[in-house]
């Protein structure tokens, strides 16, 4: 009679600190879901794929002109919901011997499982970017001549400043960049002299410098058809959970698994008084946000 695997210990431990271990992992790697350029303002619980969220934008009150004997007359803050959905469900299983080999040796940091992390990490990444760059405005496209190239993606992002500005988006802006414009826009002095280029830790979330008002980030998931996009993380919002590790013995190896579930979503954030409202309270989200822009480089020969 064959035998069966079974490590009895293991089916009382409860990885209860791996929770927090995976996200200071994963978190570092994000770049469009990070909180530089994604916030995570909502309520509700995500449990499965399928729940909703909400987000909150608070109306713009209007401003009176106070005269006697008339006062003042008092406005209540007036809020609009939008609906937050999560469509996303992401699995990551680590197969180990045995858990106790999982908790003393930090299973978590192999080789293998440091991949697993950051091809979840690059999944929910393309997600967001995919709908940050779906929602922003369009800028001309950029047009530069080989010997003009830091000074044009530059001038992009001066340009973009402008845009932002016109709308009164608040300071605390980013500008994500492709791996190709920022080979040469660190050679433009503004860059390369930027106090944060260098400094210890700013690879974390892809940052590369900071400028004009703007963290500078970089990242290989860049949605096609863009290679600079603008904007203000208040005009993103990205949900996110993961449920908890589940434990049990492989039905293939002898060995077990711990095994956690990624659930989120994204939404572009509309806001009163900047974004078109519909009857019922509603945004026209078939418009581009006025807080996020983009730009493609058409690149010289």
């Not at 003393?104 to 967001?128: K, V």
């Not at 203000?232 to 492989?250: C, D, I, M, N, V």
């Not at 293939?252 to 974004?275: C, T």
Request: glycine share 8%; net charge neutral; proline share 6%.
């Amino acid at each position: 009679m064959a035998s069966t695997y079974q490590n009895v210990s293991s089916h009382t431990f409860v990885p209860a600190v791996w929770d927090s271990k995976l996200i200071t992992q994963f978190d570092p790697l994000l770049v469009w879901a990070s909180p530089i350029v994604a916030n995570r303002k909502y309520e509700g619980v995500i449990r499965q794929k399928g729940d909703v969220v909400h987000i909150n934008s608070l109306t713009r009150p209007s401003v009176g002109t106070y005269t006697l004997p008339e006062g003042m007359t008092s406005q209540r803050p007036e809020t609009v919901d939008q609906a937050l959905p999560i469509t996303e469900a992401k699995y990551i299983q680590v197969l180990v011997e045995t858990i106790e080999q999982l908790q003393s040796a930090g299973a978590l940091e192999t080789p293998l499982n440091q991949q697993m992390i950051r091809a979840l990490a690059r999944e929910a990444d393309t997600f967001m970017g995919n709908l940050i760059v779906k929602g922003a405005m369009a800028l001309p496209v950029v047009k530069p001549t080989a010997g003009s190239l830091p000074q044009s993606l530059y001038s992009t992002i001066l340009d973009m400043m402008l845009a932002l500005d016109g709308n009164d988006i608040p300071d605390g802006r980013y500008v994500v960049v492709s791996p190709r414009v920022k080979r040469y826009l660190i050679e433009h002095p503004a860059i390369s002299n930027a106090g944060a280029y260098g400094e210890a830790g700013v690879t974390a979330n892809g940052l590369v410098a900071r400028l004009a008002g703007f963290s500078v980030l970089s990242t290989t998931a860049m949605p096609a058809g863009v290679d600079i996009v603008a904007g203000h993380s208040e005009f993103t919002t990205y949900a996110s959970q993961f449920t908890g590790f589940r434990l049990g013995q492989s039905e293939k190896y002898r060995a077990d698994y711990i095994d956690s579930l990624h659930l989120y979503g994204g939404k572009i954030v509309r806001f009163p008084g900047l974004d078109t409202q519909k009857a019922g309270n509603t945004f026209d989200e078939s418009k581009p946000t006025k807080g996020i822009v983009k730009a493609a480089v058409e690149w010289p020969a």
